[in-house]
């Protein structure tokens, strides 16, 4: 079966059952959840990696460095706010054979620049951060509601993700961040097909 193919709601499903393969991000999901933060999501390494292992064959919770989980409050933009929330993770996760990462997107703009070297304009909602990662493929949040529900985000579908292809996305991170990423990527899951960033074309004289 190509999940690639499959009518949308049947590759949420897949999706779904595929993430449910790695213990390690259905227990974070949970705790994140009894968190209550605001506009939050599971996000980025853990998610596709999580779909590149179940479909390669390898254990779903293979190689993935960290699991990354974004929320957005910009009603208090403070390190100690952040800290405060990234504490309370600390104890909520304090279980999980795994590092939780906890960022509130609402102050990315604030250190991105000197992290990267470029301008970050503030984002809006954990979903534009989303939009911005190096590559449209990365490009995916999970989350599970109050009620039990599973909530996906994923703007520019799933099904590059499914076929094991990375798509630059050259809105905001540089280029250097997305060779540096797929170059790694690539020693852990050689079947990736990695398209070039793209290049200007040259101005005529």
Known sequence: ?????????????????????NSVLTDVLAKAAELR???????AGCVFQTVWNVVTGRPAADGILDYDLFYFDANDLSWEAEDA?????????ADI????????????????EQKFAVPCPPYDSTEAAIDSFAATTCCVGVRVERDGRWRIYA???????????????????????????????????????????????????
């Not at 054979?97 to 991105?112: D, K």
């Open 155 to 205: 703007p520019h579908g799933l099904a590059d993700v499914f076929n094991l292809l990375v798509r630059p996305n050259p809105v905001q991170a540089p280029r250097h961040v997305y060779e540096t990423k797929t170059t790694r990527w690539r020693q852990q899951w050689p079947t990736l097909t990695v398209l070039p960033w793209p290049t200007l074309p040259e101005k005529l004289g």
């Open 37 to 43: 933060l605001p506009d939050w999501y599971l996000t």
């Open 1 to 21: 079966m190509v999940l690639s193919r499959l009518p949308v709601d049947e590759q949420l499903v897949a999706l779904r059952d595929i993430l449910s393969h």
């Open 85 to 93: 929330v990234i504490q309370a993770g600390y104890t909520a996760f």
């Open 97 to 112: 054979p795994a590092t939780v990462e906890i960022r509130n997107e609402a102050r990315v703009h604030l250190w991105y």
